[in-house]
């Protein structure tokens, strides 16, 4: 499992990048399809977002429905550690990880992604380059700080993001 981090690493854009993303996340979405094959697995995260800067870490979302979650769980559960930071909650488990000296994080979702977003952030990312460069200057402000602080200056923007839309 991977440590909790207390200051932020260096941020880079995505597509600098790429490669080490792209072997992560096939891994991941491997891995993962192997044990719950009707799970969807999402690429979510700053790494899913060209023109994104990102501390290198790759976040997938896996969504199952309401009657396979607790098996879902169980089956990453044996797989992968839990987020420190993040305690597991009825509809939201969060693990993390390495891979090839990569920092990665699963965050296993029942039913749909309403409640957390994460879809509607990656694609809002995606599609509006004025947002995509607030995110950005968000991290910098942050990028030597504490990662709590890094953590907040991005949930701020997120929050009231998906609050507004």
């Not at 896996?62 to 559960?77: G, H, I, Q, R, W």
């Not at 009825?90 to 994080?105: H, I, K, L, M």
């Not at 700080?145 to 998906?162: P, Q, V």
Request: aromatic fraction near 10%; hydrophobic fraction near 35%.
């Amino acid at each position: 499992m991977a440590e909790a981090k207390t200051q932020v690493p260096p941020l880079r854009y995505c597509s600098e990048l790429l490669e080490q993303i792209d072997c992560v996340f096939n891994w991941l979405e491997n891995a993962v399809s192997t044990v719950l094959p009707d799970a969807s697995i999402e690429h979510i995260g700053s790494s899913a977002v060209p023109g994104s800067l990102t501390k290198g870490d790759v976040d997938i979302m896996v969504l199952v429905d309401e009657t396979d979650f607790s098996a879902a769980k169980y089956v990453l559960d044996e797989a992968f550690g839990y987020n420190p930071e993040m305690p597991p909650e009825a509809d939201f488990v969060s693990y993390s990880g390495e891979y090839q000296g990569t920092d990665f994080g699963i965050q296993l979702v029942c039913g749909n992604d309403d409640k957390f977003g994460f879809i509607r952030w990656r694609e809002a990312l995606g599609t509006d380059p004025e947002l995509l460069e607030q995110y950005n200057q968000a991290k910098v402000s942050r990028a030597n700080c504490s990662m709590d602080e890094y953590r907040e200056a991005k949930s701020g923007l997120i929050l009231r993001y998906l609050e507004e839309h």
